[in-house]
């Protein structure tokens, strides 16, 4: 019933931006942990930024400075700002919610989007 859709990947140039968006949909969720993460071919799936519930923010330095999570608990989105993007960056990104007002452990995964860097 809990569905997340990403949107907005695609094929940019080295240095180029793009701006990946989610959206939530099949349950209110009043406490909860929005997550990108992507999988590169061949690679584990990393974490790419956290943004809790209070709006604090977390990001692994090989994103840091470049990546830029935001949350609208509105419209139930949660957005990936992308600057600067580097042929690294290539993968498929994914968007995860921890929902705090379930079972201990309940999460749900969207079924992710391609982003390809290259000239």
């Known amino acids: 019933q809990v569905h997340l859709v990403e949107s907005g990947g695609g094929l940019v140039q080295p240095g180029g931006s793009l701006r990946l968006s989610c959206e939530t949909s099949?349950?209110?969720?009043?406490?909860?942990?929005m997550a990108w993460h992507r999988q590169a071919p061949g690679k584990q799936r990393e974490l790419v930024a956290i943004?809790?519930?209070?709006?604090?923010?977390t990001y692994p330095d090989s994103v840091k400075g470049r990546f830029t999570i935001s949350r609208d608990n509105a419209k139930n989105t949660v957005d990936l700002q992308m600057d600067s993007l580097k042929p690294e960056d290539t993968a498929v990104y994914y968007c995860?919610?921890?929902?705090?007002?379930?079972?201990?452990?309940?999460?749900?995964w969207g079924e992710g989007t391609l982003v390809t860097v290259s000239s």
């Open positions: 943004i809790t519930s209070g709006g604090h923010t």
């Open positions: 099949g349950k209110v969720f009043t406490l909860y942990q």
């Open positions: 995860n919610v921890r929902d705090f007002d379930g079972p201990p452990g309940t999460e749900y």
